[in-house]
C-alpha cells in the first residue's frame, strides 16, 4: 500500500509544496515575497510533473493553515480545499508555527520557540517540545501578542531555540523576557511544506484526516473591525477625552 | 455567439463580495443549478462590508455550496468541462478565495479555468432567461458599486455611454437609508420605506438632466434628504422622502436611458445589478419601453444582485478562453469593462 501526499505552503514570505511518495519527500520552496498568486500554480504544477505525478495519483492534501498572512494563508488553504473536494481525498491542516518547530526539532533542537512577525507590532508565537514519536508539539496555545506583552513565564526550563522572522524582528525585545536558556536564535527562519509532511503523517497513518469542508484557517488574530456598537462606544470615549 | 457547442457544463464560483455562489451552466440543459450564502447579516453589525471577514466567510462556506451545486445538477467533479470564477472587480482578498479553489478543482480534475469579469456577468444574465435579448442591446447596469450605461454589440464588445462621476445609485440608496435610520443594508429597507410615502410631497433634483451627455451624479441627492429631512421627522415624512428620493432616482435612470435608446436606436434595453431589482424602476423602464416600442429584459431579481449563475454563462460563452490551472492566479479589484474582447480573441 503506497502513499502519496502533497502538502501547501503560503502563510508567510515563502511558498513551498512538497510531496511525500511512499517514504521519499520532494520539495520545491520560493520566497516569494506577496507573490503568491503568480508562484503557487506553476510551483504545484513543476512538483508533480518532476514527480511524475498526476494529481489523481495522490491520496490526501495537507494545508498549512497559518497563522501568518491572512490573504496568503487563504491561497494555499483555497487551493487545498478546491483540489480535495475535486479528488475527494482526506485534508490534514498544520499550523505554521508547528512546522517552524518541527523543522528545529529535525535540526536536534528539543524545545522551541517559533515566533512569526504578525505586522502592526504584533507577533504569533507558540512553544513547542518534542513527543516520542520526535514530532513537534504544543507546550501552549499558539497566539497573538505585542512582543513587549509576551509572557514566557510558564514555560518549563531547559535549552531554547528560537525561529522565525518574529526574533529577527524583535529579539531585542523578546530575549530578555525568556527565564531560561536561548541556545539559538534562527530570525530567518520560514516555514517549509516538508515538514508539514512530517506532522501529517501520523495523522493519515490513524485514519484521521479529515474533509477539505472542515478545513480552516488558523489566523489568531480575530478581531478585525468594530461593530457599530463598539464604534459608537470609541466614538463617545474620543469626544468626551 | 459562444465559440463552444454541446453540453460543457461549467461550474462557477462567485466570492467577489458579500456573498458566496456556486452555480453550474450547460449549453444545452441551461443551468443545471445555482446556490448562494448572503453575509448580509454578519456584516450588518458592522455597519457595511468588513472585506476581511468577507474573504474568512467565503473559505468557510465554499466547499458546501460547491457540494450542493453539483448534487443538484446530478453531476460529479468529473464531469465538468471547465471552471470558471469572477475574478473582478471586486473586493480583492475575496476574490482571491474563489479564484484559489477554482483553481484547486481545476487541477484536480485537469480542467481549464475560465476568468469572468463580473459586470459582463451582470450584462449577461438576462441570458438565463427564456427571453433573451438580441445583439445589439443598450444596457443599464445598475448596482452598490457600479451604474454604467452600456452598449452591448456582442459577447466581449462592450462601450460604456454613461457611468456615475460620484457615488453608484445602489450607494446613494444605502447612504440616503443611512440618513432615515434604516439599518444596513439600506436599499432595499428604503425601498419598502417609500411605499407608504405620498409622492410629489418633497422635490428632489434629476442630477444631470438638464445638460446633454448619458453620465450621472447621485452624491447631490443625499444632501438634497439630508437638507430636507427635519430633525424631528415622523415616519410618514420619513417615508415621504423616501419616496421623493426613489422617485428622483428612478426618474433620472430612466431619461438616460431614453436618450441612450434615442442615440444608439438599439431596439432592446437589459436592466441588470442589485438596483434592477427595485420595483419603482422596473415599472418606470417598463413605461419607458412600452413608449419607445422596444424589449425590455430583466434578469429574475436573484440575478441581479450578485450570483453565480450568472458567471457560469459568461464562464461558458468564454470556455475559448479558459486556460490551465498552472500559471497566474489572475484576479484585480479594478477592471475596465471596455478592455474586454471577444471571446477567444484575447490576447495570449
Redo the contacts between chains.
Sequence with gaps: MTLRLLAIDTATEACSAALWIDGAIVERHEVVGRTHTERLLPLVHALLADAGLRPAQLDGLIASIGPGSFAGVRIGVGLVKGMALGLDRPVVGITSLAMLAQAALDQGAERVLPCIDARMSEIYWGAYGRDAAGLASPLCADQVVPPGAVDFSALPGGDWSAVGTGWGTYADVLTPRLPHRLLSVDGAALPRARHALTLALPVFARGEAGSADDLAPAYLRDRVALTLVEQQAARAARSSG | MPHNSGLMPVLALETSCDETAVAIYDGERGLLSHTLHSQIRLHA???GV?P??A??DH??R???L??IALEQAGLG?ADLSGVAYTAGPGL??AL??G????????????LPLVAVHHMEGHLLAPMLEPERPVFPFLALLVSGGHTLLVSVEGIGRYRVLGESLDDAVGEAFDKTAKLLGLPYPGGPHLARLAEAGQPGRYRFPRPMTDRPGLDFSFSGLKTAVATALPVDADDQQRADIARSFEDAVTETLAIKCDRALEATGYRGLVVAGGVGANRRLRARLADLATRRGVGLYFPRPEFCTDNAAMIAYAGWARLADARP???????TARWPLESLQPPGTRAA
Design positions: 453589525q458592522y455597519g468588513v476581511e471577514l474573504s474568512r473559505v468557510r465554499v466547499n458546501g460547491i457540494r467533479a480583492i482578498g482571491m478565495v479564484a484559489s479553489v477554482a483553481a484547486g478543482l481545476a487541477l484536480a480534475q485537469g490551472a498552472d500559471g497566474r492566479l489572475f484576479t
